[in-house]
């Protein structure tokens, strides 16, 4: 990871030289252990402050909404590269603007997984090693293999590397295929009731406070439907009526267009399970339409777009 | 404990079509107990907010004055959802209406000086109240001019009131349009040309001005020109607002907030806080 | 009154008595939402483990969603209001932090001139009991902002942790006659009084602090610093950092229509989403990320300080801790106050 770390910051110095970009949207360290946060670098701006670690957990691709007329180069892991091709694919921005500077991921780590390790005591520090991350707390210290402790959305990731890039950090990361979906088959076992009283749960703790919506790359309506007061789709609480409303229309809008980058459950404050919805309604599009978003640069979101051989058991 | 949130209940008991677009309907609202129309004292320049139930509340200042007894005049703009509302309301149905909130314009430095309303399109509301106001006690005041205009003849509000005023020899009415038609025999040009024209004299004068941003903007400068100075520049400010009462937090421009503080402000005021509204 | 000692093992019991006369509110590590305040039914509910919840016990007194007033679309438009009882409540196990931001919000809604009837009637005849915090966090930053992990303001008794006791410190008349009403309490021996300095000491040792001196002088000319373009950056403009804040106080106000009757109801509202200052018109005097960033470093660091004579922010850290892309306010107030912020 450090020579990829080195190799990134080349990388964009050289870009900066060339005069190929205005911006860079990478990571730079966090205020706090196990964080990193989003940094925007200019020309001038010091390239030693960009950090590739496991605790790089933002969903970059995000920003690029925010800087539609500038030339901007960005650090993609495998999630980011394929939100990128989806945004690609939406003209949402524009190829000749961009330079997809695609790094080997291995994932990134979930500090709620650390948080339930060290029984909600504070961290205090924290190193990656080679084999797993060295965590200090209450005093103490412990290292955990990052198997345990990372997202669980990496941990079923079938795209370690950018799908696509312009320029490649360093050696691809093996890809062994893992079947994304066994907790969903459990959860289809689950009688209607069951499932049903599942979500309830999970959603009755939002807040509605949006940042599943905010953080999410795929999200960039100029008006959401869930703002809109004319007509007022639905109720504007934080009660669970409307917030559920608001968590199903937001999974479906998600339906081929989702890449499972788990920034909406990284960034959820009440830590709502969010990602069983739209994993759900990613596994039907994949056996419905044969269609995994983002992963080729020329293949549209399926409700973006009509083949004779959709699947049309729905008209009878 | 008094709580801030219930409004009061009012009937319409009118409602006049004010411009030919239809976009602007006055309301004459009558509310419904005796005691609350005891409790319902305002001063030219304050504001309400006007409930539709169902369909929310949206501030509105009083057009009418409160030497008019027995009626609350408010005249509204079709804009959004609780304006739509209102525009559908038949005379005889009711709303609420929670008041009298903010500050008004300061008439008692008004007394014994020139007064000059310089008014825009539909933000003619709060003066019509003032001017109505000042000439109930015509003589605390010396010379009122007002000078208001609209895109075009079809767009001033008050059109009778604004013959009958034009008519008497107590105020200088200056009543011009954008863009005239056949019927409009008025002057025609833009207020802040209108105003240099009519040059009125700043000397012991207080000028008040309503109206929307471009044309304060182009204002301002000629005001200055002819020697008001920012103190005597009296401006009545319109912000997003909620509660009215300066708890919701939306309305602020610095650490005044327009519902509590405002929406009457001078230049001088203005011109301390941020350039954010 | 002098300082009591209460055992830990009796502070359970001790609430548990006042269950006949008190709504008793508490941290609760709770099944669904995790560590929150609310309303307990028994004491066992009650966890002291963690330092502080995620979300802060503003709603107790500010409720997320308030319903207003109903209304009747039958008769002439009656008003119905909503019934509130008059229970007395205990808020315990609040940090001082949080009390402080109470009396924050007491400047907003009972300012006088106007009282929010809501906010009255849910904190009047409430008493709160505060435990110290003598292991802060590391995101804790009270002191930078004129509090301690120690501070009684907004507290009628302040509780100290010594090991095997708690130290409690009468603040208020009603503080006191609720500890002399309790047998469980006795006086404070000088080993009790050493311990609990000890612990004050040791925490106000570790709790950090940076130097924001100069923020005000920055913030009174720095309206137009570029450095706020810089700052925003990377917000994503969600509502985590205002729910979430204890002293963060704006909402906004609608209905809700039914057939028959319908709800005027206010709910939470948050400086940070666009439509927050969007006039009807469609104008918005905050029409980006950079100006509603602004506006919430602006409110709680200088605009409440004009009018409060206090920062709209105790330092409770939770915006740090929550934020998804570590928008840290620590460092924006370092930077602000010292030469980051750029030339004005």
């Given at each position: 990871m450090e020579t990829n770390e080195n190799?990134?910051?080349?990388?964009?110095?050289?870009?900066?030289?060339?005069?190929k970009i205005d911006i860079l949207i990478g990571y730079s360290p966090g205020t706090l252990p196990l964080r990193t946060s989003p940094v925007f670098l200019r020309k001038e701006d010091d390239v030693e402050v960009l950090v590739?670690?496991?605790?790089?957990?933002n969903t970059l691709s995000n920003y690029l909404k925010n800087y539609k007329d500038k030339r901007v180069g960005i650090v993609a892991k495998g999630c980011d590269s394929r939100l990128i091709n989806l945004l690609l694919l939406e003209s949402q921005v524009k190829k000749e603007n961009l330079v997809v500077i695609g790094v080997p991921c291995r994932g990134v780590i979930d500090r709620k997984k650390i948080d339930k390790i060290t029984g909600g005591m504070e961290v205090t520090?924290?190193?990656?090693?080679?084999?797993?991350i060295l965590i200090f707390f209450d005093g103490t210290d412990k290292k955990v293999t990052k198997a345990d402790i990372l997202h669980d959305s990496c941990m079923i990731c079938n795209y370690k590397n950018a799908v696509s890039s312009d320029i490649f950090i360093g050696e691809k990361e093996k890809e062994e295929k893992v079947d994304p979906y066994n907790k969903i088959r459990e959860m289809e076992e689950n009688s209607t009731d069951e499932r049903w009283n599942y979500f309830n749960k999970e959603i009755e703790k939002c807040i509605r406070c949006y940042a599943c919506r905010n953080v999410c790359p795929m999200c960039y309506c100029q008006e959401c439907f869930v703002d809109c007061t004319d007509p007022e789709w639905f109720g504007k609480t934080a009660e669970i009526k409307d917030t559920k409303m608001f968590h199903i229309v937001r999974a479906y809008h998600m339906a081929g267009r989702c890449v499972d980058c788990g920034a909406c459950v990284k960034a959820c404050p009440m830590d709502v399970d969010l990602r069983f919805l739209t994993k759900k309604i990613e596994k039907d599009v994949l056996e419905f339409f044969a269609y995994e978003a983002g992963v080729k640069d020329d293949?549209?979101?399926?409700?973006?777009?009509?083949?004779p051989e959709d699947p049309q058991e729905f008209i009878r | 404990m008094k709580?801030?949130?219930?409004?009061?209940?009012?009937?319409?008991?009118?409602?006049?079509?004010?411009?030919?677009d239809n976009n602007i309907k006055s309301f004459d609202f009558i509310l419904l107990n005796k005691s609350d129309e005891d409790a319902f004292t305002y001063l030219p320049g304050q504001f309400a907010e006007v409930s539709v139930f169902g369909k929310g509340e949206a501030p509105f200042g009083m057009a009418s004055s409160p030497t008019e007894s027995g009626y609350l005049k408010f005249s509204i703009n079709k804009v959004g959802v609780v304006t739509e509302a209102l525009h559908n309301?038949?005379?005889?149905?009711?709303?609420?209406i929670r008041?009298?909130?903010?500050?008004?314009y300061p008439l008692d430095e008004f007394e014994g000086k020139d007064v000059v309303i310089v008014g825009g399109g539909f933000a003619f509301t709060t003066l019509r109240s003032l001017l109505i106001y000042m000439q109930k006690s015509r003589d605390k005041y010396k010379d009122i001019t007002v000078i208001y205009g609209a895109r075009s003849p079809g767009l001033l509000l008050y059109r009778d009131e604004l013959e009958k005023w034009q008519n008497q020899d107590d105020l200088k009415m200056h009543i011009t349009v954008d863009k005239g038609d056949e019927s409009w025999n008025g002057l025609v040009g833009f207020v802040p040309n209108v105003t240099k024209d009519a040059a009125p004299s700043s000397e012991n004068a207080y000028v008040i001005v309503c109206g929307p941003p471009i044309m304060i903007k182009f204002t301002i400068p000629v005001l200055t020109e002819l020697g008001f100075t920012p103190d005597r520049i009296i401006l009545s400010l319109e912000m997003r607002m909620k509660c009215g009462i300066g708890m919701c937090g939306r309305c602020n421009i610095g650490s005044k907030y327009v519902c509590k503080d405002g929406p009457v402000f001078t230049l001088e005021e203005l011109r301390k806080l941020p350039d954010e509204y | 009154m002098e300082e009591q000692v209460i055992e830990k093992k009796d502070i359970k019991s001790w609430i548990e008595g006042l269950f006949a006369d008190y709504e008793v509110y508490a941290p609760v590590l709770d099944e669904k939402k995790g560590k929150v305040y609310k309303k307990v039914e028994s004491t066992e509910d009650i966890n002291l483990e963690f330092l502080n919840s995620k979300n802060s016990p503003k709603d107790i007194y500010f409720p997320q969603t308030e319903r207003l007033f109903s209304f009747s679309r039958k008769d002439e438009m009656g008003l119905i209001p909503p019934h509130m009882d008059d229970k007395k409540k205990i808020v315990f196990g609040i940090r001082p932090c949080d009390a402080m931001a109470f009396t924050m919000l007491d400047k907003v809604f009972v300012s006088g001139e106007n009282n929010d009837f809501y906010f009255i009637k849910r904190s009047e005849n409430t008493l709160t009991i505060g435990i110290g915090c003598i292991k802060p966090d590391s995101t804790c930053f009270c002191k930078v902002v004129g509090g301690e992990p120690?501070?009684?303001?907004?507290l009628d008794i302040l509780l100290i942790d010594t090991g095997k006791e708690y130290v409690a410190e009468p603040v208020t008349d009603k503080g006191k006659s609720l500890i002399e009403g309790s047998s469980f309490f006795k006086e404070a021996t000088p080993e009790n009084i050493r311990l609990k300095e000890e612990a004050i000491t040791n925490a106000n040792e570790k709790i950090q602090e940076f130097d924001i001196s100069g923020l005000k002088e920055r913030l009174d000319r720095g309206f137009d610093l570029p450095v706020w373009a810089k700052i925003h950056e990377k917000c994503v403009g969600c509502g985590i950092c205002t729910f979430l804040c204890p002293t963060c106080h704006c909402f906004d106000i609608l209905d809700e229509e039914g057939k028959e009757y319908g709800e005027r109801i206010r709910i939470w509202d948050s400086c940070q989403f666009p439509l927050f200052t969007k006039h009807a018109s469609g104008a918005n005097p905050r029409p980006t990320g950079k100006e509603r960033m602004r506006q919430r470093i602006m409110h709680k660091f200088k605009y409440f300080v004009e009018n409060n004579d206090i920062f709209a922010c105790v330092g409770c850290g939770r915006c740090v801790k929550y934020c998804p892309v570590n928008l840290d306010i620590r460092e924006v107030l370092k930077s602000l106050a010292g030469d980051g912020g750029g030339k004005s």
């Open positions: 190799e990134i910051r080349l990388t964009v110095k050289k870009l900066f030289d060339e005069d590739w670690n496991s605790f790089c957990e520090g924290s190193e990656e090693k080679e084999d797993g293949e549209p979101p399926p409700f973006t777009t009509f083949k | 709580n801030p949130y219930l409004p009061f209940s009012a009937r319409v008991d009118r409602v006049k079509i004010e411009t030919e309301l038949e005379e005889g149905e009711i709303v609420g008041g009298p909130l903010g500050n008004h | 120690s501070s009684e303001e907004g």
